[in-house]
């Protein structure tokens, strides 16, 4: 059963203080429980966040659907988001996420056996002069070929498993 941590909860009660309607700090309520949650919203997370925040869970789901950037199933510990909007995909970004997925072997929108890498298609990320591009956590990697983007992978999983 999921439950926020202590600091979780401390983060939600500020972003509830914040607005002046509870339904405004959602967004950043629900980032918070992805983080907390291994990277995804579960439907138990809602129903916490919901009691936790004091609104209906079919609220926060009104958002948690809405938007894509919430997670609504497990990823792997490096989520690889590539932009596959126009600019992108004219400059190679579909070969590119076929290429990650085949050094992965794993299928798009999956987990890798390693639990490491799961990778997505994404609208834009924002960075059409520096396409092809992808996203992996809160940071951004431009300019990519298939050889530098598993280079940027391979240097997190490294990181990730020295942690």
């Excluded at 129903?47 to 997670?71: C, K």
């Excluded at 002069?129 to 809160?138: D, E």
């Excluded at 050889?147 to 990181?159: Q, R, T, Y």
């Amino acid at each position: 059963m999921f439950q926020l941590s202590p600091a979780g909860i401390d983060f939600v009660k500020t972003e509830l203080n914040r607005y002046e309607t509870k339904r405004s700090a959602i967004l950043p309520c629900l980032y918070k429980v992805q983080e907390e949650n291994g990277g995804w919203v579960s439907p138990e997370a809602v129903n916490h966040l919901a009691d936790v925040m004091d609104i209906p869970a079919a609220h926060i789901n009104e958002v948690l659907y809405f938007y894509t950037m919430y997670n609504k199933k497990p990823v792997g510990r490096l989520h690889v988001q590539v932009c596959a909007t126009i600019s992108c995909a004219m400059n190679g970004a579909r070969e590119l996420a076929k290429h990650i997925c085949d050094k992965y072997q794993v299928k798009e929108g999956e987990i890798s056996d390693d639990g490491m890498v799961t990778v997505t298609k994404v609208e834009c990320l924002g960075s059409c002069g520096t396409a092809p591009m992808m996203q992996i956590g809160n940071a951004y990697y431009e300019n990519l070929t298939k050889e530098s983007a598993i280079e940027v992978i391979e240097d997190l999983k490294k990181k990730s498993t020295n942690q």
